[in-house]
């Protein structure tokens, strides 16, 4: 069980006019303020009080972690490149209280031009990182990685998301958790969950599609 996750944006990487808040939500924001120009930016609303993983099987079930929010505005001075999302929390393994733990993905950033070809969506994109907390069940390491992006309830599952200039775009972001030494690829884990849902069609007749961009 991660009880009661505050978030952080921290290391980015680039971007001019950088600010940042922690809680709920957490937001950076990026690019140079001017009458006619707004700042880009992200924020993480994590899901609270809790959200509970079964083990075994690993990897685990896909849960919500919380809403992701991209603020795509044509902004002055420079972008981020990167930025990583840092999720502390409270981790309980049954009814042990294992501390604070945080968990750490990398998010990627390409801010596309505002006018010519390739106009004028910014794509973002996510990888796990390898400095996550990892924590001890029945004498194996795990730890929490992401899924990815879903805007329709966790069927379509991508591992990054386009936002239109001008505008706001929400996902939600799904984790699973699975051995920390092992983690599969992004292609393999879908083909894995792929397998289950064969095993849950054959069992309830309801399909599950899983896909990556």
């Known amino acids: 069980t991660l009880q009661n996750t505050n978030a952080y944006w ?3 990487v680039g971007g001019s006019s950088v600010s940042r808040t922690s809680g709920d939500p957490a937001s950076i924001y990026w690019g140079n303020v001017n009458w006619w120009e707004d700042q880009s930016g992200y924020k993480f609303d994590a899901v609270n009080p809790t959200v509970q993983f079964v083990l075994p099987p690993s990897p685990t079930a896909l849960k919500e972690l919380g809403e992701f929010t991209h603020m795509n505005n044509p902004i002055g001075g420079s972008a981020i490149s990167s930025v990583e999302l840092r999720l502390r929390t409270t981790l ?14 990398d998010f990627n950033h390409n801010e596309t031009p505002n006018t010519g070809g390739g106009c004028c969506n910014d794509i973002v994109t ?3 990182n390898n400095t996550s907390s990892t924590f001890n069940v029945g004498g194996v390491d795990y730890t929490l990685f992401l899924a990815g992006f879903s805007t329709d309830g966790g069927n379509t599952i991508l591992n990054s998301f ?3 200039e001008g505008g706001n775009r929400k996902a939600k972001l799904y984790g699973y958790i699975t051995t ?3 983690v599969p690829e992004p292609a393999t884990w879908a083909m894995m969950i792929g397998g289950m849902g064969l095993v849950g069609l054959s069992m309830r007749r309801r399909p599950t599609k899983v896909s990556f961009a």
């Open 10 to 12: 921290q290391n980015e």
């Open 92 to 105: 309980w393994v049954d009814s042990t209280n294992l501390g604070f733990k945080d968990f750490i993905f």
């Open 126 to 128: 996510f990888a796990s």
């Open 162 to 164: 386009s936002s239109q």
């Open 180 to 182: 920390a030494a092992a």
